[in-house]
């Protein structure tokens, strides 16, 4: 079956650190672009970040994304959150050109004291 | 960067009713536009690629249109199943962008 499924999401203090992890399945996950896709409570998609090859993306220098192609698994390393990070993260495959195609369940990551 | 605008952020509209929803570049990004909908609760899943191709098993009520910097996703017929937030999002080039959505429900 194709499929994402994102881990490690939780509570976290302002200022502090999460690695999120996203385990791909079901198809070539080597070959693909990745990223992630957030959405805060109640608000709209966010784009997040793209690793494609060699090459990443980002909207924030806080986070970095990572890939582990051996064991088909998506990083991604956010550090100093605020409170304006706390929303579900999405693990997103993407298409031939920059679309999202495939879309995990999502992990849900509150910054709060 | 290019912003992506989306009008109306909400709809309400009856069922059988013809529904469109726009998208607007703040410059030329050719047809790299995509349609997604996001039911209640649900995961967004995605309808419509290059401006206008239609992923597979997406109902045939639903299409898209436009290119440069003006686009359109319409619902040729509306149906029950299809209250949902509608998002559109380019992907010319980094940054990667989404509109603001917009909500349809049933009148």
């Known amino acids: 079956e194709v499929q994402l499924l994102e881990s490690g999401g939780g509570l976290v203090q302002p200022g502090g650190s999460l690695r999120l992890s996203c385990a791909a399945s079901g198809f070539t996950f080597s070959t693909n672009a990745m990223g992630w896709v957030r959405q805060a409570p109640g608000k709209g998609l966010e784009w997040v970040s793209t690793i494609n090859g060699d090459r990443t993306y980002y909207t924030d220098s806080r986070f970095t994304i990572s890939r582990d192609n051996s064991k088909n698994t998506l990083f991604l390393q956010m550090n100093g959150l605020r409170a304006e990070d706390t929303a579900i993260y999405y693990c997103?495959?993407?298409?031939?050109?920059?679309?999202?195609?495939?879309w995990g369940r999502g992990t849900l990551v509150t910054v709060s004291s | 960067d290019i912003q992506v605008t989306q009008s109306p952020s909400s709809l309400s509209a009856s069922v059988g009713d013809r529904v469109t929803i726009t998208c607007r570049a703040s410059r030329d990004i050719r047809t790299y536009l995509a349609w997604y909908q996001q039911k209640p609760g649900k995961v967004p899943k995605l309808l419509i690629c290059?401006?206008?191709t239609l992923q597979s098993g997406v109902p045939s009520r639903f299409s898209g249109s436009g290119s440069g910097t003006d686009f359109a996703l319409t619902i040729s017929s509306l149906q029950p199943e299809d209250v949902a937030t509608y998002y559109c999002q380019k992907y010319d080039d980094a940054p990667l962008a989404f509109g603001g959505g917009t909500k349809v429900e049933i009148k």
């Open positions: 997103v495959k993407e298409g031939d050109l920059g679309y999202f195609d495939l």
């Open positions: 290059a401006a206008s």
